[in-house]
């Protein structure tokens, strides 16, 4: 406890966590309709924390986000959380705004492994917890079942005693409606804002100590440069005043504070001078990284730093070197590419950047390759062109030497009918069936120990063994001993042997080959993938070739070809599909799939040398 400990009622910072798609971001919607943010009759979005475009493309929360609405006098200030463990850092860097956490859990689906993450982490940062069973209009839904798990997952997790007296309500986040009891009448949140007000503490502060503010997001603006956000410790913050950061080695950064701004709603409001225990932006500083501790000059004094898991999965990005480098993007060289990625270090605590040293090349460190996936996607809109590899895990070594690699606690949930597929496919990977429940409804719910490597891409050969009807979920549990190898892929690549333009004659001919990846008319280039081969090993094929017309006609002859439809390649299918030796070409118009060397001799020189390597 701190010496003089005293609380600012008037607010309170509580986040927000739960499992992907449990309903936090629709449930922070009604709180901002309810709590009298928005005027009568006035039009708003849904899902309005979800500003970025690739989350509301795809209804997940990537980065966590600040909000605030005020009941009763009281200023509550909301962090909205990402529910995925590839975006922990996102999580940990919220926790360390907040004083307080609402837990979500689907009334149907109950914990499932992205909540036992959130709350772990929760649990870590030793926040008191309210857990909301939420959904409670579904037809499956099983809201005293799952509360009874949620008391399990508290126990597994070593709550404490004051953590496990929590307090639980019951929602239906969509149409706005928190209660305590099922049967009660309510059709508004007037329960949740109540206790949260009530139950949630304030807060503390040491009233004797100077002004300290742990940076734990940051921000930019054309007109007023690096953002720095984060909660006041202690003290407070005025405009013009003269502060200094302390960086990662204790090295002080002046700064005057030329812009005080607090959170109105989703919008900043600027201030004059900023409360004890508020969530602020900050602006004045450029060299400032999440961590960082922002207070006076006379007694500048650090916070403990945001601490983050290490991370698990690493891909190679490079600059594009193929033959239609240039084209389409506005961003190519590697200078661009490497201010992006660090740019995006200094916004993200979970990404870590390596440069190669032999060529333009950079390794990018994260939680899993949708984090990476990510990125990726958003440098791409953003107008950049780059190549990069297959993602792949992190290997430790222990004090004999000996490799280890991260393990995942693996749950699938599918019919009875996909058990033995889904079965056999993992246990091919290497993993390890450590429970299975049978409903006797027809479904079943099976755990597995499993390498992180063996994931890479199988979510996608899941939902199309289970017909789509699987769900799928991990956490990782630890490092164990190297497992073994496995094969990655069982299907060679169709390579283009020459540059041009795919003519519908060549691929109708081909497709007995395999199934192909690219439409007639499609650019190609020497070492471009056009396809998936039926068997193990690559070939090289002519997807240029026209039919050889002559003067002699035959009737039945000369009818249209029509070609079957291709394998429509996402980022992240084509991420899962490529090989060692391959490349996934992105740009902000095509996603192409390319041999990391693309003559076909030199390929088959390297070749040559690795047999005769392995055979020593």
């Known amino acids: 406890m701190k010496k003089n400990t005293e609380y600012n009622n008037s607010l309170r910072n509580v986040a927000i966590i739960a499992h992907v798609d449990?309903?936090?971001?629709?449930?922070?919607?009604?709180?901002f309709k309810q709590s009298g943010l928005f005027r009568e009759g006035q039009e708003v979005d849904d899902r309005l924390m979800d500003?970025?475009?690739?989350?509301?493309?795809?209804?997940?929360?990537?980065?966590?986000?600040?909000?605030?609405?005020?009941?009763?006098?009281?200023?509550?200030?909301?962090?909205?959380?990402p529910g995925h463990a590839d975006f922990g850092g996102e999580v940990e860097r919220a926790l360390s705004m907040s004083d307080s956490a609402i837990l979500l859990v689907d009334a149907s689906e109950g914990p499932l492994p992205q909540t036992r993450f959130v709350l772990k982490k929760t649990f870590e940062a030793k926040l008191p917890v309210m857990v909301i069973i939420n959904k409670i209009d579904r037809k499956d839904a099983r809201p005293d079942e799952v509360l009874d798990m949620v008391y399990d997952l508290f126990i597994d997790l070593d709550a404490t005693e004051e953590q496990l007296d929590f307090t639980y309500l019951y929602a239906i986040g969509r149409d706005g409606i928190v209660k305590k009891e099922l049967d009660e009448d309510v059709d508004n949140l007037t329960i949740l804002f109540d206790l949260i007000v009530e139950k949630m503490p304030a807060p503390s502060y040491d009233s004797e100590a100077p002004f300290q503010m742990l940076v734990s997001d940051l921000g930019y603006s054309d007109y007023l440069g690096r953002l720095a956000i984060g909660k006041i410790f202690n003290g407070s913050a005025k405009f013009n005043e003269n502060l200094v950061c302390i960086g990662e080695n204790n090295k002080l950064l002046p700064l005057?504070?030329?812009?005080?701004?607090?959170?109105?709603?989703?919008?900043?409001?600027?201030?004059?001078?900023?409360?004890?225990?508020?969530?602020?932006?900050?602006?004045?500083?450029?060299?400032?990284?999440?961590?960082?501790t922002i207070c006076t000059k006379k007694e500048p004094v650090p916070l403990e730093r945001i601490t983050v898991d290490e991370p698990t999965v690493f891909m190679r990005f490079s600059i594009s070197t193929s033959p239609f480098a240039g084209r389409e993007g506005k961003y190519v060289q590697s200078r661009?590419?490497?201010?992006?990625?660090?740019?995006?270090?200094?916004?993200?605590?979970?990404?870590?950047?390596?440069?190669?040293?032999?060529?333009?090349?950079?390794?990018?460190?994260?939680?899993?390759?949708?984090?990476?996936?990510?990125?990726?996607?958003?440098?791409?809109?953003?107008?950049?062109?780059?190549?990069?590899?297959?993602?792949?895990?992190?290997?430790?070594?222990?004090s004999e030497g000996n490799r280890l690699e991260p393990i995942e606690h693996l749950f699938v949930d599918c019919e009875e009918a996909f058990l033995?597929?889904?079965?056999?496919?993992?246990?091919?990977?290497?993993?390890?069936?450590?429970?299975?429940?049978?409903?006797?409804?027809?479904?079943?719910?099976?755990?597995?120990?499993?390498?992180?490597?063996?994931?890479?891409?199988?979510?996608?050969?899941?939902?199309?063994?289970?017909?789509?009807?699987?769900?799928?979920?991990?956490?990782?549990?630890?490092?164990?001993?190297?497992?073994?190898?496995?094969?990655?892929r069982y299907n060679g690549s169709i390579v283009s042997d020459r540059q041009g333009r795919a003519v519908p004659y060549a691929l109708f001919n081909l497709e007995p080959r395999g199934q192909l990846l690219v439409e007639p008319g499609t650019?190609?280039?020497?070492?471009?993938?056009v396809g998936e081969h039926n068997r193990h090993q690559d070939i090289e094929v002519n997807a240029c070739k026209e039919k050889k017309l002559t003067n002699m006609r035959a009737s039945g002859k000369d009818e249209?070809?029509?070609?079957?439809?291709?394998?429509?390649?996402?980022?992240?299918?084509?991420?899962?599909?490529?090989?060692?030796?391959?490349?996934?070409?992105?740009?902000?118009?095509?996603?192409?799939?390319?041999?990391?060397?693309?003559?076909?001799?030199?390929?088959?020189?390297?070749k040559a040398k690795q047999n005769k390597k392995d055979k020593k």
């Not at 929360?61 to 959380?81: P, Q």
């Open 256 to 292: 005057k504070v030329s812009k005080l701004q607090t959170y109105d709603g989703t919008v900043l409001l600027p201030v004059e001078q900023a409360q004890v225990g508020d969530i602020i932006v900050l602006s004045g500083i450029e060299d400032v990284k999440i961590g960082d």
């Open 420 to 488: 033995g597929v889904v079965t056999e496919k993992l246990s091919i990977r290497k993993g390890k069936m450590i429970n299975l429940v049978n409903n006797g409804k027809g479904r079943v719910r099976i755990e597995f120990s499993i390498p992180s490597r063996s994931l890479i891409g199988y979510r996608d050969e899941f939902m199309t063994d289970t017909r789509g009807t699987g769900i799928v979920n991990s956490y990782l549990s630890g490092y164990e001993a190297h497992r073994g190898d496995f094969p990655i």
């Open 51 to 81: 500003s970025m475009d690739l989350e509301r493309e795809r209804g997940i929360t990537i980065a966590a986000k600040n909000c605030s609405v005020t009941w009763h006098g009281v200023k509550i200030n909301i962090i909205d959380t």
């Open 523 to 529: 650019p190609l280039y020497e070492g471009m993938i």
């Open 336 to 398: 661009k590419i490497r201010e992006r990625l660090l740019k995006e270090t200094l916004m993200n605590v979970a990404i870590e950047v390596e440069e190669s040293s032999t060529d333009e090349s950079f390794t990018v460190k994260g939680r899993g390759e949708l984090q990476l996936a990510i990125l990726i996607e958003t440098m791409r809109r953003e107008g950049f062109e780059l190549c990069v590899g297959r993602p792949r895990v992190i290997y430790k070594y222990n």
């Open 560 to 606: 249209s070809v029509i070609c079957s439809p291709i394998k429509v390649m996402t980022l992240e299918k084509a991420i899962h599909f490529i090989g060692d030796d391959e490349m996934v070409e992105v740009t902000p118009l095509s996603i192409r799939l390319r041999k990391t060397v693309l003559k076909a001799s030199q390929r088959q020189v390297l």
């Open 22 to 31: 449990h309903g936090k971001t629709t449930l922070v919607d009604a709180m």
